[in-house]
Every structure is written in structure tokens, then in C-alpha cells.
């Protein structure tokens, strides 16, 4: 039977085609909003969840996390992929981060949503990190407090936070001026400091005893999820393997894998289930991880990075 999710997507998809010229100014899809009481105006406990392949979205989730602690409320916090979910019910506000993938959360993001137990007015927050400078970031957000909705979460905050570009179509190895695109390496100083005054809204909204009201728009970037980007993608993307003899079997592509598409003892990926994520070419610290695109071998965003002599600045609550 088919869920809500798909109706509407269904339903939007026939609209539109009736009415294509007019979808960039945004048309209403669903509203997402408390269907139960807050559980309480008082946070002792809450947990700052995450997934985070490049690191954006975890560094993001680490100062928000940093920042209720100093006001004094205990979190735990970490990948979503490593929490033991018997806790969920015990805290009093929960925060999800994900990046955009594909113009959406990450269906592996909603499965955890969705396995989550009953959260009986626990307030829940979300957030994203995106590449930008338009990827349909709010709806992605939206996309995290629906499932959280649904599990009978009370929303209390939405934000999205812009990071430079992981995509690693765009970093060929053999490019000769590979630069950013970008004149600041997000996030950075200001990046943070929006996540700290986000962590101080989340807390002042439940103390108010506060929920949210948001809404779900068709626009342009949310049509085109309708016709799966990700499967396009795959189309350009060629010999998609692990290079025998850079690997040092350390088991970081395994571990990144959402979907558990890479066998390390045979040096091989699975392509039907892999979902480009490009969380295992990303992170190889020794350039393991082949991948091509046009008949151009790919890089890591970190070796992008190192050619193009970039890095972060990092936040005092990262220094530790």
C-alpha cells in the first residue's frame, strides 16, 4: 500500500505536467506540524544525531551539541549510524543532521527515522548541510522532521547550513586548474556561528513551549527527485572498484558504506546497490578507491583539497 510520501509525489508529478512553467514558484505539497502535545518545557537530556560523510555535517552537529552542553544540558551526540536507539526514549529533545543527497535526506536517513521507536512529544529538530548554492535544502529538512513527525516527534526547528562542495564528479584527477568555486571554505567562522544561535532557538522554543509549522513546496529541484537523480548519476560513473594494490585494508570504505555495497576481500564494489554517496572515494586516505566519470579518473575531496591547498578553520569547540 502506498504511503503518503509516494501519493503526493504521484499526485505532484501529474500536476505538474500540466503546469511545468510555473514550478519555481513553489507549489504547497504538505505541511508538517505537531500532531501531539510537547512532552515538556524542560531539557536535561537530548541527543544530536547525525550523518556526515566528508565531515561537514558532523562538524556542524558537534558545536550544536557543544553548545546545549554549556548551557547545561547532558547530550549525547555522534553518527546516527553508531547510537544505540534504546536511548531515544529517555532524552528530551532529539537533533538530526544530514547533507543533501540528490536534492533530498538520504533514504538510509529516513530508514533510521523510521525505525526510531514512538517518541510520544519529544521535541525534534533538524538540520542540513548543503553544497549549494540551490539544493533544495529546506525540503531536504523537511524530509528528516516528517519521518520524525511521524514517529509522534514535536518540531521545533529547521535549518540548513551551506559547505563547499564534496561532489566528486567535479574533481578529476588529471584537471590541471581544479579549484573552488567557492571564495570561502564553508563552514567556517560564521557558519558556526549560525549553529550556535540555531542550538539557542531549539532551547528557547522548548522552554517557550513552542512547536513549528512548516511547509513542503514543489519547486523545480524538488520535481526533478521525482525522476531519480541518483540513477542518472550512475549512468556516468565507470570502473567503480578498489585498487588492489594502494589498499592497506583499513576497512574506512566499509565503514562509510550506507549500504554495505563494498567487499574489501575481493576488491570489488557493488554497483546495483551502491548509491554514490561517494563516501568511500572521499574518505580512502591512499587513493584506493577507483572511479571514473567520462573515461577521467576521479579524486577525493580531500586530495582536492590538499592540490588546491585548502583548509578549514575550525571552531574553538573543535580544538580540543
Not at 505539497?29 to 541527543?47: C, D, F, R
Not at 554549556?70 to 526514549?89: A, E, F, Q, T
Not at 513552542?210 to 549512468?235: D, G, I, N, Q
Request: charged share 20%.
Amino acid at each position: 500500500m502506498e504511503n503518503r510520501r509516494c501519493f503526493l509525489k504521484k499526485s505532484a508529478i501529474m500536476a505538474a505536467g500540466t503546469i511545468f512553467p510555473v514550478l519555481p514558484s513553489c507549489i504547497p505539497l504538505n505541511t508538517i506540524e505537531a500532531k501531539v502535545p510537547l512532552k515538556s518545557n524542560k531539557i536535561k537530556n537530548a541527543a544530536v544525531l547525525w550523518y556526515s560523510q566528508t565531515g561537514n555535517t558532523q562538524k556542524c552537529g558537534k558545536v550544536l551539541a557543544k553548545t546545549l552542553e554549556k548551557k547545561g544540558i547532558k547530550v549525547i551526540y555522534g553518527d546516527l549510524r553508531d547510537i544505540d536507539k534504546s536511548i531515544i526514549s529517555n532524552v528530551d529533545l532529539i537533533v538530526i543532521g544530514s547533507p543533501v543527497f540528490y536534492y533530498d535526506t538520504p533514504e538510509f536517513v529516513k530508514d533510521f527515522i523510521e525505525s526510531l521507536p514512538e517518541l510520544n512529544g519529544i521535541p525534534v529538530a533538524a538540520y542540513v548541510t548543503f553544497g549549494g548554492p540551490e539544493g533544495n535544502q529546506y525540503n531536504a529538512a523537511c524530509s528528516i522532521l516528517e519521518g520524525l513527525v511521524q514517529k509522534k516527534g514535536v518540531p521545533v526547528g529547521l535549518e540548513s547550513f551551506m559547505s563547499i562542495s564534496s561532489y566528486s564528479l567535479s574533481f578529476k584527477e588529471n584537471d590541471i586548474n581544479i579549484t573552488t568555486k567557492q571564495n570561502t571554505i564553508l563552514p567556517d567562522q560564521n557558519t558556526y556561528k549560525k549553529v550556535r544561535e540555531y542550538a539557542e532557538f531549539i532551547k528557547s522554543q522548548i522552554e517557550k513551549g513552542s512547536s513549528s509549522v512548516f511547509k513542503r513546496t514543489l519547486t523545480l529541484r524538488e520535481f526533478s527527485t521525482y525522476f531519480e537523480p541518483e540513477w542518472w548519476t550512475k549512468l556516468a560513473v565507470d570502473n567503480h572498484y578498489i585498487i588492489e594494490q594502494k589498499c592497506v585494508g583499513c576497512g574506512t570504505c566499509v565503514e562509510k558504506c550506507p549500504t554495505n555495497s563494498i567487499d574489501l576481500d575481493s576488491f570489488s564494489v557493488n554497483t546495483k546497490t551502491c548509491i554514490l554517496c561517494f563516501g568511500c572515494i572521499n574518505n580512502c586516505q591512499y587513493q584506493a578507491m577507483n572511479m571514473e566519470s567520462n573515461n577521467k579518473k576521479l579524486i577525493s575531496f580531500h586530495e582536492y583539497m590538499k592540490k588546491n591547498n585548502l583548509k578549514f578553520v575550525l571552531p574553538n569547540e573543535l580544538k580540543d
